[in-house]
């Protein structure tokens, strides 16, 4: 495989999805580290080159650029046990990485952002305004990881798959600011622990 | 292949995508209507039993049940000329995928539907809130696709996939109850007259 660069900024969890996967499959991974509260995925050069969307994580691979998480995960991992041979549990893996984006991301990993990093007292009223629906949206997905994970020890099928790592890398990090509470939902809290114990599993502050 | 059956709401361009694909493929595919305004979808039998998630569209597969559009998408489609063989460009489709649906969907779609089959007068304030920051995301969105499309026929690669149909899906009936228009986004126009134009092409009301 040709040389792999990670465009990245450390705090982001979209970010270490990357990190985790190549850990995983014991894959070199250089990186390039980014504030994105300095703008500095917004420049002129970032924009023209790395990506026009102007966020991170991209991949790189070689000369080419691959923007949005999941999609790199599922590039590094494309014949591994990360992703499941069976046609519908690949599916079912997507599925998950899809609902992660919509449903998970920007709730969770947005108001874990605001309150952490950014600061409530330097939230626009748009955002402050906007503060009870992402935690109810958040809660809802933690709901329904909780109890679609009652029978189950990961998301699909029978093993560990890029569809935990997606949902790993936001819910494990989820209360810190106070965003939100993982008290009320203990198989969440005990399938993190179950990733967490993997072999080749690595921190997001690795 | 199982019976295929499609839980759907007919005005949703996420429905859409998977009758799109199964017409390109040649799929028979049963149809289940729901009324999502009428919250159809939120009721104990579909939360139970169709998705827990309480959204359309779910494809069923026999007594198997795939939500998320993109996820419905790829399944059927794997395997065929709709999903890039090479290892990059089927990254790269999945890519502009979950950018759909990050990035394009919520402004593009949700816009849509507030303002042409929920009306303005009939949103909350909450929504009203945030018409604005809906519409200068869909038209980054599209500005995006546009210069994408400068030397491009096709958003991945040489040839028509599933990137093509989850993007034609919202952006083709942006325009509805005046969200967006796509005047100023003239290889968006000529990409959509491409995609209408295909053999096995059918319409979002067919």
């Known amino acids: 495989m040709d040389r792999l660069t990670l465009h990245e900024d450390p705090v982001s969890g979209n970010c270490y999805k990357i990190r985790l996967t190549a850990a995983h499959l014991g894959l070199p991974l250089e990186r390039k580290l980014y504030d ?18 102007g966020r991170v994580p991209v991949l790189q691979v070689g000369e080419r650029y691959l923007p949005e998480s999941n999609a790199a995960i599922f590039y590094l991992a494309k014949g ?18 899809f609902w992660e984006q919509y449903n998970h991301e920007p709730n969770i990993a947005t108001l874990r952002f605001w309150l952490a ?4 007292d330097n939230l626009s009223d ?3 305004a906007q ?9 809802a997905a933690l709901k329904l990881m909780d109890e679609h994970l009652t029978h189950r020890q990961w998301f699909v099928g ?3 798959s890029l569809a935990d790592i997606a ?14 509470d993982l008290t009320g939902y203990p198989r969440v ?5 179950r990733v967490a114990g993997l072999a080749g599993h690595i921190r997001i502050d690795s």
């Not at 041979?85 to 997507?94: F, K, S, Y």
């Not at 949902?167 to 939100?180: I, N, R, S």
């Not at 809290?189 to 622990?193: D, H, K, N, T």
Request: net charge negative; charged share 25%; with cysteine.
């Open 80 to 97: 591994s046990a990360l992703i499941p041979a069976d046609r519908w549990d690949e599916a079912d893996m997507l599925r998950w990485m």
């Open 117 to 120: 990093y950014v600061g409530r």
């Open 167 to 180: 949902l790993y890398a936001y819910t494990h990090v989820c209360e810190e600011g106070g965003a939100f």
């Open 126 to 128: 748009a955002q402050h």
């Open 131 to 139: 503060i009870d629906s992402k935690r109810a949206g958040g809660e």
């Open 158 to 160: 029978n093993s560990f």
């Open 189 to 193: 809290q005990g399938w993190l622990a």
């Open 36 to 53: 994105i509260r300095k703008g500095e995925t917004r420049t002129p050069a970032y924009l023209s080159t790395v990506n026009a969307n």
